[in-house]
């Protein structure tokens, strides 16, 4: 079973400028959840898609973000215009069912905003 | 104001020996908490839970403690082995509502 895939693994982009991460969940996974590490502090919440339907996007830092999951396959997460403040590694993580016992996470986007 | 703090961010340890990670939090909703490990250039993996209407759950080489009087919990690794090395993250859950909240992590280093 193919695991949660994140594109591109390193983004390093220019203030001003606008950038789309993509994740791919486990398939057959309902649920995706979409998590920022700034440098060396904890990991944040910043949405969570049931399907093509965003269940909780309270986490997500301003209108600069936006995140779609068409379809209820793949997700995107797109920041226009991107800040310094944006860097860090972007985690995407999907599971089955209910609750947060299942969770797999994908190996992250780092972004690099200068 | 983060409601699960991670105060080390580093700890070395003796190969062989006893490793433990600490995890302190605020909230005194949260009812189910989850200890998650980070090897460079991964996602976050599962390592082990524990329920607030527990106050130990053990597996294998590992054994997390909860004190809820104190809000504390604690990993424990007996013993440590190399392959040990990474971040160790503390997560909270509250209703069993999707979000997780996590703390900073602590990066442990099994020296050989």
């Known amino acids: 079973e193919a695991g949660v895939t994140q594109f591109p693994s390193h983004s390093v982009i220019e203030k001003g400028q606008t950038v789309t991460l993509r994740c791919d969940p486990i398939?057959?996974?309902?649920?995706l959840y979409w998590y920022r590490r700034v440098m060396g502090k904890e990991i944040k919440f910043l949405l969570h898609f049931v399907k093509e339907s965003k269940q909780d996007e309270s986490g997500m830092p301003n209108n600069r973000f936006l995140a779609e999951r068409t379809g209820g396959t793949y997700s995107t997460l797109k920041v226009q215009p991107a800040e310094l403040e944006d860097s860090g590694v972007y985690f995407c993580a999907s599971s089955q069912g209910a609750g947060i016992h299942g969770y797999t996470f994908g190996s992250g986007t780092r972004l690099t905003v200068v | 104001d983060q409601q699960v703090k991670q105060n080390s961010p580093s700890l070395s340890v003796q190969e062989g020996r006893i490793s433990i990670l600490n995890c302190d939090y605020t909230n005194s909703m949260f009812d189910y908490f989850l200890w998650y490990k980070k090897y460079p250039a991964e996602g976050p993996t599962f390592l082990i839970s524990i329920s607030s209407i527990k106050d130990k759950n053990e597996d294998g080489r590992f054994t997390v403690f909860l004190n809820k009087s104190a809000k504390h919990l604690s990993l424990h690794i007996v013993p440590s082995q190399p392959g040990d090395s990474a971040v160790y993250f503390c997560?909270?859950?509250?209703?069993?509502?999707?979000?997780?909240?996590w703390g900073a992590g602590t990066k442990l280093i099994i020296k050989p």
């Open positions: 997560a909270a859950n509250r209703d069993s509502n999707y979000q997780l909240i």
């Open positions: 398939s057959g996974h309902d649920n």
